[in-house]
């Protein structure tokens, strides 16, 4: 499996660049990688009176690996008290391609590259464009397993390239 690029070098929000041509078949980014987040609803899907929401504390880009990861922490912590009796959503969606131009160094690198012209650069994964206090995670619980849940969001948001802060609130 090839080694991801550091995300670091994906985190600043960019306007997503639109390749305009006259011809249709270069209009467009061709061979788009498949988005790694297996499920947006988990748990039940009956709506709890508490609600937990995990907001990001930052404007930046989440790449869709760690919106996976942190989902499978929450699933993994809520499922060990009881796998029934909460639910929970992934509030982004990781539709913003991310592309990479490959420089390469070294001898004889100047005669196999072509630098910045047609720098486009491949599509290698997808990432999320989320602003200053936007929701990540929604997990719906009773109140008794408001604890349980608070832990599974602390713990997913070590997953996530940002701070985050845990909100609660009563529904209805």
Same mark, same amino acid.
């Given at each position: 499996?090839?080694?991801?690029?550091?995300?670091?070098?994906?985190?600043?929000?960019? #306007? &997503?660049?639109?390749?305009? /041509?006259?011809?249709?078949?270069?209009?467009?980014?061709? !061979?788009?990688?498949? $988005?790694? @987040?297996?499920?947006?609803? @988990?748990?039940?899907?009956?709506?709890?009176?508490?609600? =937990?929401? +995990?907001?990001?504390?930052?404007?930046?880009? @989440?790449?869709?690996?760690? =919106?996976?990861?942190?989902?499978?922490?929450?699933?993994?912590?809520?499922?060990?008290?009881?796998?029934?009796?909460?639910? !929970?959503?992934?509030?982004?969606?990781?539709?913003?391609? =991310?592309? +990479?131009?490959?420089? %390469?160094?070294?001898?004889?690198?100047? #005669?196999?590259?072509?630098?910045? /012209?047609?720098?486009? !650069?491949? &599509?290698?994964?997808?990432?999320?464009?989320?602003?200053?206090?936007?929701?990540?995670?929604?997990?719906?619980? &009773?109140?008794?397993? $408001?604890?349980?849940?608070?832990?599974?969001?602390?713990?997913?948001? %070590?997953?996530?390239?940002?701070?985050?802060? $845990?909100? $609660?609130?009563?529904?209805?």
């Amino acid at each position: 499996m090839a080694k991801l690029r550091q995300a670091s070098s994906y985190r600043k929000i960019k #306007r &997503p660049y639109v390749r305009i /041509s006259k011809v249709k078949s270069k209009a467009y980014i061709k !061979g788009v990688p498949h $988005i790694k @987040i297996a499920q947006y609803d @988990i748990g039940d899907k009956i709506r709890y009176p508490w609600e =937990l929401k +995990l907001l990001s504390k930052k404007a930046l880009q @989440i790449r869709d690996n760690a =919106l996976e990861a942190a989902r499978q922490t929450i699933v993994k912590t809520m499922e060990k008290v009881s796998k029934t009796g909460w639910s !929970g959503k992934v509030l982004v969606v990781p539709h913003h391609v =991310l592309r +990479l131009n490959p420089l %390469a160094t070294g001898a004889g690198a100047d #005669r196999f590259q072509r630098g910045m /012209s047609l720098a486009f !650069g491949r &599509p290698e994964g997808h990432a999320a464009q989320v602003k200053e206090n936007q929701p990540l995670f929604a997990l719906y619980v &009773p109140e008794e397993k $408001i604890p349980l849940a608070k832990q599974a969001l602390s713990k997913a948001a %070590a997953k996530v390239p940002t701070p985050c802060k $845990i909100v $609660i609130n009563k529904i209805g």
